[in-house]
Every structure is written in C-alpha cells, then in structure tokens.
C-alpha cells in the first residue's frame, strides 16, 4: 500500500485490500502480470453503478508501462461511487449496443 491506500487492478471485479501481488519498491509499482514499471496517469473509465453504465474521465490511475494494465485506488473508486450516488453534472449522453458474441453469432449459425 502506498499512502495508505489499496492499490485494484482493473481486471478485479472487486475492491480488495488483502491484494498481496502488487510489489513496491520505494514509491515505485510493478505491474502484477508483467512486472513492468507503473505510471501515475488520467484516464476514462468505464465504471458500472447500480445497473448503469457511466463513463468517467480525468480518473487517476497507474498505467503499466509494458502491458497496459490498468490500476485504481481503492478510495478513488469509492470517490467516484460516491459522487455518482449523488446528483452530479452529466457532460454527455450516449447510446451504447448492447451485442452477444458467442461463437455460434460469429460463424453466422443460430444459436
């Protein structure tokens, strides 16, 4: 942990602070998969709440630099929660498919 905050990679489905793969050395994060080098950076996230889909921008993150995994604070994903829970400013609506792709859909055969 690093200022007393978990450290979620985005491949989690779940917040957790008993997540003992992520390696420190100093201030500096190792990636869990690849053992690449991490970079503080703002992203977009999507982030689900409630059944809803939103997406998120100017979200602080660390960003591996080898593979590109993504990793989140735990307190910034309560952060946002939080701030969705509430009545917030939306900057845009969008509409968004919703598709199954099943192998029997890409073959073309009826599943």
Same mark, same amino acid.
């Given at each position: 942990m690093v =200022?007393?905050?978990?450290?979620?990679?985005?491949? #989690?489905r779940y917040k957790s602070c008993n997540y003992? #793969?992520? #390696?420190?050395? =100093?201030? @500096?994060? @190792?990636? %869990?998969?690849?053992?690449? %080098?991490?970079k503080k950076k703002s992203v977009k996230r999507?982030?689900?709440l409630n059944k809803k889909l939103y997406i998120v921008e100017?979200?602080?993150s660390e960003i591996c630099a080898e593979c590109g995994e993504r990793?989140?604070?735990a307190k910034t994903l309560d952060a946002i929660d939080?701030? @969705?829970?509430?009545?917030?400013?939306?900057?845009?609506h969008i509409d968004v498919e919703i598709v199954n792709f099943s192998i029997a859909? #890409?073959?073309g055969v009826k599943a």
């Open positions: =200022g007393n905050s978990c450290i979620v990679p985005i491949s #989690r003992n #793969r992520i #390696r420190f050395i =100093g201030e @500096l994060m @190792l990636c %869990e998969f690849c053992g690449g %080098e991490t999507q982030h689900w100017n979200v602080d990793y989140f604070h939080d701030y @969705l829970s509430k009545k917030h400013t939306v900057k845009a859909g #890409r073959i």
